[in-house]
């Protein structure tokens, strides 16, 4: 296939892919489409089909999520520069795995462009409803400690706010050894 510069494939340019790009996009889409189909007539099993099979599966589901071949071209000249060839292909070999469900024994297959599915999106390993306990406990510590810490504030916010009485004053400076015991109980008789 022939290859647009980075510039272009990345969008930053103006011009379109060649007539042959174009074609040779169109026709890889084809194909995918041709083994889908096949695929889903059971005339072929998963198992026959080769890592090309599934890329150009792939290629037709990106065409078809895309929904334009120029974008489609641009998208993996951005993936290639990003990823790589190698990169480039296997996301679209995961994809045709995953798209046509031959791809039900393995979770994530390693290629983190395609995620993990579903029972892996939170990382907790395909535990099923076990995998969401140590979560949901993070989040209901997470907002116990901010309840505390909501309280906690608000009770210091009180006593620091609070006006002390005369008598309060004087009981600390008793405490404090400010004061003894006789100047402590004429003041106090003073007071009250």
């Not at 174009?22 to 026959?48: R, T, W």
């Amino acid at each position: 296939m022939p290859v647009l510069s980075k510039a272009e494939g990345m969008g930053f340019s103006g011009s379109s892919p060649d007539n042959a790009t174009i074609q040779s996009q169109q026709q890889e889409e084809q194909e995918g489409k041709k083994f889908l189909d096949n695929l889903s007539n059971k005339a072929v099993a998963c198992s026959k089909l080769k890592d090309a099979d599934f890329e150009k599966i792939g290629e037709y589901f990106m065409g078809q999520s895309i929904g334009d071949t120029s974008r489609h071209i641009a998208m993996n000249e951005m993936m290639k520069s990003m990823m790589g060839q190698q990169g480039e292909e296997q996301m679209h070999v995961t994809w045709g795995k995953r798209g046509s469900g031959c791809d039900t024994g393995t979770k994530g297959g390693g290629n983190p462009m395609m995620g993990y599915g579903w029972n892996d999106m939170m990382g907790w390993g395909g535990l099923g409803i076990l995998g969401w306990i140590p979560m949901i406990g993070f989040w209901l510590l997470l907002i116990l400690g901010i309840i505390a810490l909501i309280r906690y504030l608000r009770g210091s916010a009180k006593t620091f706010g609070r006006d002390k009485t005369p008598l309060d004053i004087l009981k600390e400076r008793y405490a404090k050894g400010e004061i003894d015991k006789k100047e402590f109980e004429e003041k106090k008789k003073v007071l009250v």
